[in-house]
């Protein structure tokens, strides 16, 4: 097993509408790039009977109309796409976003609890995450939701022993060596460090979302006064989802 | 235009269509009607699309009142419906005049009910439907549930001419036992024999921790081989999570698209609908079935759908 990946895919049901094809067992760049770009190769076929696919870390989920095609039919046509793209190296680009954050305080109320737990400062917490880019793996969890990877290992942080009834809209949490953005209010056990003004997931746009995996995002941090003032740019409805480089 | 108004919105009622497709990538739940069967029967019964959107009603009736002359119908689970308290049947269409008051009740058998309005409720679209999803704040009437005064609005469609009405064959039984057929995995190879021994063989019973997400079921251990996690992935509506503590946890419409729990099995497409059904107390068994036997029960269960108005009884 190389890096998390398996020496064979493997395939298997879900329930009567549904196939997974599993590519490893690891949370690492090359079994994601392996998963995404089999996605796109899939997509790309146009399979008939094919309703949506959903990547993961190390898999895809793919639903299917059973009246249009089976289970054995669908494996057959991926299992030829996934051995063409064996032999070919993937480089997945994505587009890079940079999402502006403010740390600590009242917007990231376990800023303080991570940096104890390392022997850090607060500051030295917030330059080592914003220090570096993120792949997003996945979206998941509640709409919108990216699981973004990974954390420098010394702000690596567990989840709280009691998740939280209400994580606000724009939070900015830690889970291992995970971190993501809350879009909307929801609850979670993720270390809250900090919080974003822009939105993540707006259902009035096509694609809802802002961000998708295979792209990657990169923190800035803001002060409270910039986290006002984007606040409001966003609340009148600027397009103010994100500072492209 | 204005359909109904809402004098008391009941313990849970949510407008729902069959659902939002395409966007689990995204991380949007499917939602839709809990139960489809009863749903889209809900539907045919006034002569609108099998989509439109209708009333899904929870466990406690609302109170509507009529603001125009209409046609509506009531499926799903056993309860007593009234029109200015006088007792109307369920499965078929039934006339309303302006003013006219409708409750439910409670209901006594199953968990949800469908309320059609012929022409459909009109709310908008959003991704492509109109099904609430609450915990998301999507669709419906502005993401959540119904409240006292909210105006039911409807698409104007001609009266009907025909009464329609649903055969007693035809109507789903709820008898508080639900006997789920499902195919094993996709992580079936992380519980030993013993503990997937525990999960077909025994009955779970559904605990008050029941919702539009899923339930939570209370029953013998399943014993797990050794990990309880995995690398979260994906989720549908069906899925039989077992977290550590053995007992499982039925995914359904409104569940997160992710999770960290291995799935022994996944419920096959036309029983989640009856699933749908299931209330606190009610009783879930798990049966094994192969792929080629699911497929034969989801080709006769779509059948069935497809060809259900032609099964309607009509009498002017």
């Known amino acids: 097993m190389r890096a998390g990946l398996y020496s064979s895919i493997r395939y298997m049901p879900f329930g009567d509408t549904a196939l997974v094809v599993e590519l490893g067992d690891a949370i690492s760049l090359e079994v994601n790039s392996k998963v995404l770009a089999l996605n796109e190769a899939v997509l790309k076929a146009k399979i008939e009977g094919i309703e949506e696919i959903v990547t993961t870390y190390r898999s895809l989920l793919i639903r299917y109309n059973p009246l249009k095609t089976t289970y054995e039919q669908l494996a057959f046509y991926i299992k030829d796409i996934a051995q063409v793209l064996e032999k070919k190296s993937v480089e997945i680009e994505g587009k890079k976003i940079i999402v502006p954050v403010a740390y600590g305080g009242e917007y990231g109320p376990d800023l303080s609890y991570v940096a104890k737990h390392h022997g850090l400062s607060e500051g030295q917490v917030v330059k080592l995450h914003s220090g570096r880019e ?15 990877g990974e954390v420098p290992d010394e702000i690596a942080t567990p989840r709280l022993e009691t998740p939280r009834l209400k994580v606000p809209a724009g939070s900015v949490g830690i889970a291992e060596k995970q971190t993501g953005i809350y879009p909307c209010e929801a609850p979670g056990g993720w270390r809250v460090i900090g919080r974003t003004p822009v939105k993540l997931f707006d259902p009035q746009q096509e694609p809802p979302a802002l961000i998708k995996p295979g792209d990657r995002v990169k923190f800035k941090p803001i002060s409270k006064k910039e986290f006002e003032i984007i606040g409001k740019a966003v609340l009148k409805g600027f397009c103010l989802h994100s500072f492209e480089e | 235009m204005a359909a109904f108004k809402i004098l008391n919105p009941g313990l849970f009622t949510t407008i729902q269509d069959l659902g939002r497709f395409g966007y689990l990538k995204y991380g949007v739940p499917i939602s839709g009607a809990m139960d489809t069967f009863s749903f889209v029967a809900a539907n045919l019964l006034v002569a609108n699309n099998p989509n439109d959107a209708c009333l899904e009603i929870t466990l406690i009736g609302p109170e509507l009142q009529a603001l125009a002359r209409t046609q509506v119908a009531i499926t799903g689970g056993l309860a007593s419906p009234k029109i200015n308290g006088q ?13 006219d008051i409708i409750s439910f009740g409670r209901i006594v058998k199953g968990c949800r009910l469908y309320f059609s309005i012929r022409g459909g409720v009109n709310t908008p679209l959003v991704l492509g439907s109109r099904s609430t999803y ?6 419906g ?30 109507m789903p039984q709820f008898t508080g036992r639900f006997m789920m057929h499902v195919i094993l995995g996709p992580q079936s190879d992380m519980f030993t024999e013993k503990g997937m021994q525990t999960f077909l063989s025994n009955s779970y019973k559904v605990t008050s921790e029941a919702d539009r997400m899923g339930y939570r079921l209370e029953g013998p251990t399943i014993e797990h081989k050794s990990k309880a996690e995995i690398i979260s992935d994906a989720l549908l509506p069906g899925s039989v999570q077992v977290p550590r503590g053995g007992k499982p946890i039925m995914i359904m419409r409104d569940a997160q698209t992710t999770g960290g729990y291995p799935k022994i099995a996944v419920v096959v497409s036309p029983d989640v609908s009856l699933l749908g059904q299931a209330r606190p107390g009610d009783i879930v068994e798990f049966s094994r079935i ?27």
């Open chain 1, 134 to 148: 993120y792949r997003v793996y996945m979206i998941g969890f509640v709409a919108g939701f990216p699981y973004l």
């Open chain 2, 87 to 99: 007792n109307v049947p369920m499965w078929e269409t039934l006339g309303v005049q302006e003013g």
């Open chain 2, 134 to 139: 609450v915990r998301g704040m999507l669709g």
């Open chain 2, 141 to 170: 009437l502005n993401g959540r549930q119904l409240k006292t005064g909210d105006m039911i609005e409807v698409f104007a469609k001609p009266h009907l001419e025909t009464r329609l009405s649903m055969s007693e064959e035809l």
């Open chain 2, 290 to 316: 192969t792929i080629k036997q699911a497929r034969e029960k989801a080709l006769e269960y779509y059948k069935l759908l497809k060809n259900l108005s032609n099964m309607l009884i009509k009498d002017r």
